[in-house]
């Protein structure tokens, strides 16, 4: 079982950018996809990105495209997410997720973008 702690939530202006942090431990999560998802007020949970053990990235939506930007970090095991240009549309609690089997969820972090 892989437990994960986000970090890094805040609240912002319209337009500034914050950088979450999801910390890794327990199983080696190295080998294994990691992704940041986000739940809005009154909506459901949404991915915004989503990075393999290689590196590679993908950002499933275009509105997040171009603004968010995941890494990961295999010595320090962590994956990250930074956001720019932020809207108040990005609010919500931000949750890091292991693809592991069961999958593992972090206990998300508050986002808020104030307009």
């Known amino acids: 079982q892989v437990q994960l702690v986000e970090s890094g939530g805040g609240l912002v202006q319209s337009g500034g950018s914050l950088r979450l942090s999801c910390a890794a431990s327990g199983s080696d999560s190295s080998l294994l996809s990691m992704g940041w998802y986000r739940q809005a007020p009154g909506k459901e949970r949404e991915l915004v990105a989503i990075?393999?053990?290689?590196?590679?990235?993908?950002y499933p939506s275009l509105s997040m495209k171009g603004r968010f930007t995941i890494s990961r970090d295999h010595a320090k095991n962590t994956v990250s997410l930074q956001m720019n240009n932020l809207k108040p549309e990005d609010t919500g609690v931000y949750y890091c997720?292991?693809?592991?089997?069961?999958?593992?969820w972090g206990q998300g972090t508050q986002v808020t973008i104030s307009s």
């Open positions: 990075v393999l053990p290689s590196g590679a990235a993908s």
């Open positions: 997720r292991a693809y592991s089997d069961p999958p593992s």
